[in-house]
């Protein structure tokens, strides 16, 4: 087995990332369905995540198939065509994605049925097993007619009814999501308590604001349990997201440091050089804040900012993210800058009088005793000088700086989520030479020099995988999603009131000056001389 499929493997051997007490099966036959499997989302992450996880062997060829339900009158060529620019392209994969796209059939709703074990097979195995059924997101019949065929491919397997797992996953706008649940609640549920499971997954956005999300979730909660419901941000899947409560709490380095005494400002930064791109009519619904920063940006600070939790159980984690977003004070005004690139009406799907920010940053303060006065800034926008998202963790300055080099830089720790995953801890050293000078320079975790030959799983497919196992750590919880827009919905009902403007700035810039000026204030000092250039192999 090559080494990047031996690490993602292991990874989830690891029995302290498991729920101890669940007694729920996590064998037999499993059906994962996608609704909405024409749709971009599926097509460029749901349907890679599950080529991925079908290459590298960790569903069983004798328990799975998957399933596609879509409203799109496609062929099935045109499907094929659809997801063939989103899988691997080298010429090692061509056999594989060949392989895959012949699986990969649709009408209305699709069963596929993959052989994990010996790809040569999968043909003569599986293709007669292909099941058709028409139906809409909110009619009875083609629900019932899904159940059916489900139900067909279990007898098939020799699965008693109701031992059977059921991942519906919801590649699909929120809107429909109560009437699709419903559906599902209705006529496709697993039958019985015997051991097996029906789950789903949702995708954000998850509601505009505080109201419009509990609304939302009331009515799925209404139809499945709190352990049923599996909320995704695939943020929380990144690999260095993943390794931050590692970082975190199992290196003793970092706890005397991890504070306000040592601890200046924290940057959450995620920066696109690119704008909206015919998505323009979508993001002006939303907006930057709510796309970005109120669920990715602010799933980083949870597990930056949080206390050590009792364990690593799902709940126990998630506990503590709560605790520190009910932490969090009323944001203020004077701390809240708001852009919008020049060019961004252009787009004929957007409105000519759009208040939409494509920037914002903004502080957070948290009101603990590990925080006070330590601001959090966040930060994204689209239509900027780079592409990258990471975290930069500044410290204060050293005092009695007998080397006078203050002005060369702060200690900082930064992260580099994306791309070039790195860490790398910014100090001062001596310069090499005769005289007693100083310079900035790294201590550098580079993971493409490090980690060699290692590959590492894309974020969706961790989080199916850890749907499929019943492992909701990366997933969130309601009550969770409930202190998050608590947060950002005052602010966010100004925005869309009117009565905050976003900031005219030029494409190809760092944003509005006022943003600049707003992290100087907060008390965040650049390095002008120091760039960090990722190593070579």
């Not at 429909?176 to 051991?195: A, F």
């Not at 004077?334 to 409105?351: A, L, N, S």
Request: aromatic share 10%; proline share 5%.
């Amino acid at each position: 087995m090559a080494s990047g499929e031996w690490h993602c493997e292991k990874r989830f051997k690891n029995e302290s990332f498991r729920n101890e007490d669940e007694n729920v099966l996590e064998t037999g036959c499993l059906s994962i369905i996608v609704l909405g499997a024409s749709g971009d989302l599926a097509k460029k992450k749901t349907f890679p995540a599950l080529f991925n996880l079908y290459g590298k062997g960790f569903l069983q060829s004798d328990e799975v198939h998957i399933s596609g339900y879509a409203r799109t009158k496609i062929s099935d060529d045109e499907l094929r065509d659809r997801i063939r620019g989103y899988l691997p392209q080298s010429k090692e994969d061509a056999e594989d994605v060949s392989k895959f796209l012949q699986l990969v059939t649709t009408l209305l709703v699709i069963f596929l049925i993959f052989n994990l074990q010996r790809m040569m097979r999968l043909i003569l195995l599986l293709l007669m097993q292909i099941k058709y059924v028409t139906g809409s997101y909110d009619t009875a019949e083609g629900f019932q007619a899904l159940d059916k065929a489900i139900t067909e491919q279990e007898i098939s397997k020799n699965i008693r009814e109701g031992l059977s797992r059921r991942l519906f996953y919801l590649a699909l706008p929120p809107s429909v999501y109560p009437q699709v649940c419903k559906m599902i609640k209705s006529y496709c549920m697993n039958k019985s308590d015997l051991g097996g499971w029906t789950r789903i997954v949702v995708e954000k956005p998850f509601g505009k604001d505080l109201a419009s999300a509990e609304e939302l979730s009331s009515q799925i909660g209404e139809l499945f349990d709190e352990p049923q419901i599996y909320r995704i941000d695939h943020y929380l899947g990144k690999e260095l997201v993943q390794n931050l409560l590692v970082l975190r709490f199992a290196n003793r380095l970092f706890l005397p440091l991890w504070n306000r005494d040592n601890i200046d400002n924290v940057q959450i930064v995620f920066r696109e050089d690119f704008g909206t791109e015919g998505r323009g009519g979508y993001f002006d619904q939303y907006g930057i804040i709510r796309d970005i920063i109120q669920n990715h940006l602010l799933q980083v600070f949870c597990l930056v900012a949080m206390e050590k939790p009792v364990s690593l159980k799902p709940e126990h984690i998630r506990d503590e993210k709560v605790k520190v977003l009910q932490s969090v004070i009323p944001i203020k005004d004077k701390e809240v800058v708001i852009g919008q690139y020049e060019g961004y009406k252009d787009d004929p799907t957007v409105p000519d009088n759009s208040n939409t920010p494509t920037f914002a940053t903004m502080i957070l303060r948290i009101h603990n005793e590990r925080w006070e006065g330590v601001p959090f800034i966040l930060k994204a926008g689209k239509a900027l000088n780079s592409r990258k998202a990471e975290i930069r963790v500044q410290f204060k300055d050293v005092p009695g700086d007998i080397f006078k080099c203050q002005k060369q830089g702060r200690n900082e720790f930064v992260i580099r989520l994306q791309p070039s995953e790195a860490m790398y801890m910014k100090l001062t050293v001596k310069q090499p030479g005769l005289e007693m000078s100083t310079a900035q320079s790294e201590l550098d975790l580079s993971y493409t020099q490090r980690y060699q030959g290692v590959v590492i799983p894309e974020a969706y497919e961790r989080l199916i995988l850890d749907t499929i196992k019943g492992d909701q750590q990366h997933f969130v919880r309601r009550d969770e999603q409930k202190a998050a827009w608590e947060i950002f919905t005052p602010l966010l009902h100004r925005i869309d009131d009117g009565e905050f403007k976003p900031i005219p700035y030029k494409m190809g810039s760092r944003g509005p000056v006022e943003a600049d000026e707003l992290l100087e204030g907060a008390g965040y000092v650049q390095t002008h001389d120091y760039i960090w250039i990722p190593p070579s192999l």
